[in-house]
DNA sequence: GACAGGACTGTTACGTTGTAACATCCGTCC
DNA sequence: GGACGGATGTTACAACGTAACAGTCCTGTC
């Protein structure tokens, strides 16, 4: 697997490496699981990929239209759906968006800030809280399986 | 306002208790606040507070319209938005459904604990967590408002 | 080569969740 | 009385998501 720039969502950098990375990516963790990653998918998961901002399953029927006219949305939600399954997109509950997932192959739950000005949503991937809402969890004796971690305010940029 | 009794959403429990808690707290924050809790708006609180599962809208407009005939989307959705904005009840994002607060009056985004077994739902106010949260935003440089922690699981009594 | 099975995609139709926009009602203030 | 603001009534629609069945394509088997 190619290695990972640390890149902000909110800062300006090179998105064709994160788009070229996570294709990469998912061709390898596909191939490896011997499941699919067919032309469609690709497309869906390049999509998703346009932007660090989460895109609505319409958004990207829209887009996925274009190139693609017998498109609907059973077309859009099977392919989300197989992306989620295999780790390469989340679901952004609070927004109802789909975002690539930037650590693909470490089986998680994603953790997100999401920047209500310009809508830019990073993933973080944060030992230290996923100890707390495990402690958390365990104090009230609750056993915790899928965990939905969603910080909406202003990125770093935003907030001045 | 009344002391609140530390009650788990998925222990039995004298449930009649939380509802007329949750009433009287709310009738004297919205005194204080000088917000009208209509009765229209008291009777949706009383509905999501049937239960400590989250409560979908139409669930709580078909009940609303037993004993309201002109209930309609608008007439719950204005009640809900109502409720929010008072901090009375959270919205759980990962079931678009509705779940009374059982710390209102104190600001604060929820923490929850969802059962996938029974479906009952812990509201928690742990302040380990919730530092947490705030450090790990704060390493991100990012300013948070809004948090939305929904934690799916086994709770206590579902899981063995 | 026929054929059964499985994975994927096409297609139609519908279910669920949420909102815009405008009308009406009602109490308060001048 | 008349203007206003808050609450509710009412219609229509937008946005999000899924069920169900049909077709395609590949592959393994006889
Ligand atoms: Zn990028
Ligand atoms: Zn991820
Ligand atoms: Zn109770
Ligand atoms: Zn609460």
């Known amino acids: 697997m190619a290695a990972r720039a640390a890149v902000h969502a ?6 064709r490496a994160c788009i070229d990375d996570a294709l990469a990516t998912a061709r390898g963790l596909c191939a490896e699981r011997g499941v699919q990653l067919t032309p469609l998918r690709e497309k869906v998961l390049q999509i998703v990929w346009r932007s660090h901002k989460p895109m609505g399953a319409y958004e990207v029927l829209d887009e996925l239209a274009r190139s693609h ?12 759906d197989f992306l989620m399954a295999e780790g390469l997109i989340h679901k952004i509950e609070s927004l109802n968006a789909y975002l690539g997932c930037i650590e693909a192959g470490a089986p998680h739950s994603g953790q997100f800030l999401i920047c209500r000005q310009c809508g830019a949503t990073e ?14 969890a365990g104090r009230a004796h609750f056993r915790p399986e899928r965990k939905v971690v969603e910080i909406s305010g202003l990125c770093a940029r935003c907030g001045k």
Not at 10 to 15: G, I, K, L, R
Not at 69 to 80: D, E, F, G, N, Q
Not at 123 to 136: G, H
């Open 123 to 136: 993933e973080i991937v944060d030992p230290r809280l996923e100890t707390a809402l495990e402690a958390a």
């Open 69 to 80: 006219k017998s498109a609907r949305p059973p077309t859009v939600y099977r392919a989300l």
């Open 10 to 15: 909110h800062t300006s950098h090179n998105h």
